[in-house]
């Protein structure tokens, strides 16, 4: 099962406001989701904006990052970041770098 999050805020408040009924009918295991969660709140915690408009998708304890970043570093800080939140066992790096990104995407 796959569950995504972006940084975006408005996804976030739909997402807290259907998600929960969604575990209850056994839509979305809830450790995968806390995993996301916890992941997403890392990457948004992060003092690069790139790094909080970032997709984060989970499956098991595997953890698959999407989307694009200004620099090798942003890549970098966000893959290397995301294993070290707890439960995650693997990380897959689609992340592309465009140096002609802006912060505000």
């Given at each position: ?7 975006d ?25 806390d ?71």
């Open positions: 099962m796959v569950i995504q999050l972006t940084g805020r408005n996804v976030e408040a739909a997402t807290d406001q259907f998600l929960p009924l969604a575990i209850e009918a056994g839509l979305y295991p809830a450790d995968e989701l995993l996301q969660r916890r992941v997403t709140n890392f990457l948004g915690s992060q003092s690069m904006p790139a790094l909080r408009w970032l997709t984060v998708d989970v499956e098991g304890q595997c953890v698959s990052l999407h989307g694009r970043v200004r620099t090798f570093h942003e890549k970098q800080l966000a893959v290397h970041g995301c294993r070290r939140v707890a439960g995650v066992a693997r990380v897959i790096d689609a992340i592309q770098v465009q140096p002609d990104l802006t912060s505000s995407q």
